[in-house]
């Protein structure tokens, strides 16, 4: 009798134990995931339903503290200690949540539940210190919330820095460059203006007890701390007079010019004060231009 065999492929042991073993793998980690996400979304529902508001505000703010997540630098896609995945983009059609691996997975709305994560995102906003690159990046701060929860940030922020410059600004990749318009050999003032419309957001603004904004004018161009304060002066007297703690500085500047611009930014005397010495000694009393073509960026 003849018998006949079929020889298929070989399967050698180590294959499948690797198989196995990876499948073992994911099996064990969904199963530790689905018990993380138990445990912590237990603990948050018993957070919330056993404790007063007074200690629940605690546990919030003693987890924002305790991974040192309280500066924030929006423009240059840093936290204090991890990367940022997405930046603000006012005019973007969308704006996804932070990548929430920069951050601690109780912040995460999986693990903590909705109510947990609205609670912390109000107090992360409240007590975190934002720094912003460019005035263009403000709208997207104060509207665009990082978590996915439904808190508006402009109703808990109180503590912002705002470089002001006039310096063009790229809002989608965070780019910057020198101030160049054709036609144009210095910037006038109505180029100034243009440079803080965005900051007139802030009279938007719910002030907080302990509201503080501090604005970091750069002076490194075109000698332009006079011209920068007079044009800031209005809003920095509207939003204190809406509580806010305003604290004015230039950057940039050469050493001998410091006490120059110190001055330059003296908000301290009255608003009435200020206005006479911006008639009577106006920074722009010379608002012409000679045309001057450059091949810089509009």
């Known amino acids: 009798?003849?018998?006949?065999?079929?020889?298929?492929?070989?399967?050698?042991?180590?294959?499948?134990?690797?198989?196995?073993?990876?499948?073992?793998?994911?099996?064990?980690?969904?199963?530790?995931?689905?018990?993380?996400?138990?445990?912590?979304?237990?603990?948050?529902?018993?957070?919330?339903?056993?404790?007063?508001?007074?200690?629940?505000?605690?546990?919030?703010?003693?987890?924002?503290?305790?991974?040192?997540?309280?500066?924030?630098?929006?423009?240059?896609?840093?936290?204090?200690?991890?990367?940022?995945?997405?930046?603000?983009?006012?005019?973007?059609?969308?704006?996804?949540?932070?990548?929430?691996?920069?951050?601690?997975?109780?912040?995460?709305?999986?693990?903590?539940?909705?109510?947990?994560?609205?609670?912390?995102?109000?107090?992360?906003?409240?007590?975190?210190?934002?720094?912003?690159?460019?005035?263009?990046?403000?709208?997207?701060?104060?509207?665009?919330?990082?978590?996915?929860?439904?808190?508006?940030?402009?109703?808990?922020?109180?503590?912002?820095?705002?470089?002001?410059?006039?310096?063009?600004?790229?809002?989608?990749t965070g780019e910057t460059w020198p101030w160049a318009i054709s036609h144009y050999e210095f910037p006038l003032k109505k180029h100034f203006l243009k440079a803080v419309e965005r900051l007139k957001i802030m009279l938007t603004v719910p002030c907080k007890r302990g509201s503080k904004l501090c604005l970091r004018v750069d002076c490194r161009q075109h000698n332009p701390s006079r011209k920068f304060a007079e044009v800031l002066f209005p809003l920095v007297y509207d939003l204190k007079d809406k509580g806010w703690l305003i604290q004015v500085e230039g950057h940039g500047y050469m050493p001998k010019d410091e006490q120059r611009v110190i001055q330059d930014f003296d908000y301290q005397i009255s608003r009435e004060e200020w206005k006479k010495r911006a008639s009577s000694n106006s920074a722009f009393v010379r608002n012409t231009a000679r045309p001057h073509v450059t091949h810089g960026r509009y």
């Open 1 to 172: 009798m003849h018998t006949s065999f079929k020889l298929g492929r070989s399967r050698h042991p180590s294959n499948e134990y690797a198989k196995l073993a990876l499948t073992h793998s994911r099996s064990t980690d969904a199963t530790a995931k689905a018990y993380a996400i138990a445990w912590n979304t237990g603990a948050a529902n018993n957070i919330l339903r056993r404790l007063p508001n007074e200690l629940k505000n605690m546990i919030y703010e003693e987890l924002v503290h305790i991974h040192q997540r309280v500066d924030v630098e929006m423009g240059d896609y840093r936290h204090s200690t991890r990367s940022i995945r997405y930046r603000y983009g006012s005019d973007s059609a969308s704006f996804p949540p932070l990548a929430t691996e920069d951050y601690p997975h109780y912040f995460h709305l999986t693990y903590m539940g909705t109510t947990f994560a609205t609670g912390l995102s109000a107090v992360f906003h409240s007590v975190a210190k934002f720094s912003i690159k460019h005035q263009e990046d403000l709208p997207g701060l104060l509207s665009k919330e990082r978590f996915g929860t439904t808190i508006v940030p402009s109703e808990h922020i109180r503590l912002i820095t705002i470089n002001v410059s006039l310096e063009g600004f790229n809002i989608s």
